[in-house]
């Protein structure tokens, strides 16, 4: 069968879905082609929703544990995995299906299969109840996500070997836990399992955990992280597993190259995503991608194949759902003839661990790198009333700031909630407040969004609950 539609989108994640959604808003006629039964692709299904769900569980198991500190002491919880798979996977089904109704009711053509390309303008597309269908289209937008990265020489076939999405099923809560990767997949899948009951252990090949993020903003987690888990193994790395009986046989090469072996219970591969278009046909088109496999776009999200276009993950880092959604609204406007383009001053990430780390616009190191004139003020949370009343001292918000204009450049929080404070930033940054706004701006009292207002009170060398004169 063959058919045409004035928009295809390919791959109905947070970014497909929200591409097609508007598309759809704006007037076009469009279908939208994904592998899964509803829209909602690895982040609903695979990735920050079941994810964030039981790290909402690890925080109510961590808060009960604090409580002793409080006069309050809970008895030791039951876990019944069985139900609490059930309420994350509940969770996730509905609101795969919640997106996926409102795509029914915008009148979205959902097709479920996997499309490859025929040509610049036509995509071939087996359905997964079967049959193949032709379509032509006038504009398409790929959304197809990333994968999961696997070391081929550590590929042995065992159960006990989790990935991102087989530890998001909970098969059971293992007695012992190597997470391989210090990244914030790995961080937080860990975390959850410690708060579980398993004694975790992490294995990291570069010398910190959360390569890349701000040191000031990883310390607090990184000392909650040596506290909570077993073993914390930096300059580190795997080079052989093994199953053994009721375990995996693991030789690490320590920092001072020893080699050592440990039989855990489960060992969770979480060493990153990458993009991978084989099977999607970009040969019959005249798209490009680039040596590390994302799909070259301009700012307007456009391939090198002009009436094509490609978002989120496939399109580059960072590879984040939000980025994700953003790019794909840009570029259902920019098909619809609007002049726009994805020009964020500011990406928010999110790290949910605990504390929760989150930091947004340009960071203290890519400013020194790239020569900026800033300035650093920091607002420590052990000052703040509010983390007082919540025993939660472990934070800090800290500001770049460019000193002539006094205008924010960035902002990086850790502590509890960062990912919802995270916000403020990212709006000051994108409406080019200083730091006078944010300064006069009331913030609520008791919040910890007071530590941004009195980070911007340190810039002045007034802020009230520390003394940090003006240099
Ligand atoms: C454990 C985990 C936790 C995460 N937590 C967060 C978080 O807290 N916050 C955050 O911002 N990000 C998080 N991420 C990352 C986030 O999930 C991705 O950045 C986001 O899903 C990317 O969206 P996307 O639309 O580009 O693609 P995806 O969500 O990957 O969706 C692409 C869809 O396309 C489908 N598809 C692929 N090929 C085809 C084809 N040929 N035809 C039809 N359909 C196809 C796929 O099956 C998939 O459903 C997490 C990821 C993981 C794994």
């Known amino acids: 069968m063959s058919f045409r539609t004035q928009l295809v989108v390919v791959g109905g994640g947070p970014g497909g879905y929200a591409a097609a959604y508007l598309a759809s808003d704006l007037g076009m006629q469009v279908t939208l082609v994904n592998l899964d039964k509803n829209p909602g692709g690895v982040c609903l299904y695979r990735g920050c929703i079941p994810s964030k769900a039981l790290l909402h569980v690890a925080k109510l198991l961590n808060e009960t544990e604090d409580a002793k500190n409080w006069g309050i002491e809970f008895a030791k919880p039951k876990i019944d995995l069985d139900k609490l798979r059930n309420w994350k996977n509940n969770v996730v089904e509905k609101l795969t299906s919640g997106v996926g109704l409102v795509g029914k009711q915008r009148k979205i053509n959902f097709i479920q299969g996997k499309a490859s390309f025929a040509s610049s303008s036509k995509l071939i597309i087996e359905k997964t109840g079967g049959g193949t269908e032709e379509l032509e ?14 070391i081929p020489s550590l590929n042995i076939k065992s159960d006990r070997v989790l990935n991102s999405t087989t530890a998001l099923d909970l098969p059971e809560i293992p007695k012992s836990l190597l997470v391989i990767g210090g990244g914030y997949i790995g961080l937080e899948l860990g975390s959850v399992y410690q708060a579980l009951g398993s004694k975790v252990s992490v294995v990291e090949m570069t010398s910190g955990l959360l390569p890349g993020a701000d040191r000031d903003l990883v310390n607090y987690l990184a000392k909650k992280i040596k506290e909570k888990y077993e073993k914390v193994m930096l300059n580190s790395k795997v080079v052989e597993m093994k199953e053994v009986k009721n375990g995996v046989s693991v030789k690490i090469q320590d920092q001072d190259g020893k ?21 999607l046909g970009l ?7 680039n040596e590390r496999g994302w799909i070259v776009t301009d700012k307007q999200t456009r391939t090198t194949d002009k009436n094509i276009f490609a978002i989120g993950d496939i399109a580059g880092e960072p590879m984040l759902a939000h980025k994700a959604s953003h790019e794909g609204r840009v570029a259902a406007e920019v098909i619809a003839g609007h002049k726009v383009a994805f020009e964020p001053l500011g990406i928010p990430a999110v790290v949910f661990t605990d504390p929760e780390i989150a930091w947004a616009g340009i960071t203290e190191n890519q400013a020194r790198e790239q020569k900026i004139n800033h300035t650093v003020v920091k607002f420590p949370w052990a000052a703040s009333g509010r983390a007082a009343t919540l025993d939660r001292k472990d934070g800090i918000t800290k500001l770049i700031v460019d000193p002539d204009t006094e205008r924010l450049l960035g902002i990086g929080i ?45 810039f002045f060398g007034q802020s009230t609950h520390i003394y940090r004169p003006k240099r």
Request: hydrophobic content about 40%.
């Open 283 to 289: 040969e019959n088109t005249n798209i490009k991608i």
């Open 137 to 150: 289209f006038e504009n398409a937008i790929i959304a197809i996500g990333s994968v999961i990265t696997t």
């Open 414 to 458: 850790c502590g509890s909630g960062a990912g919802e404070l995270i916000a403020e930033g990212v709006l000051a940054i994108e409406m080019g407040a200083n730091l006078t706004d944010l300064k006069l701006t009331i913030h609520p009292h008791p919040t910890l969004s007071e530590t941004i207002m009195e980070a911007a009170e340190v």
């Open 259 to 279: 080699t050592i072996e440990e039989v855990y219970d489960y060992v969770l591969m979480s060493i990153g995503r990458k993009p991978d278009t084989s099977g």
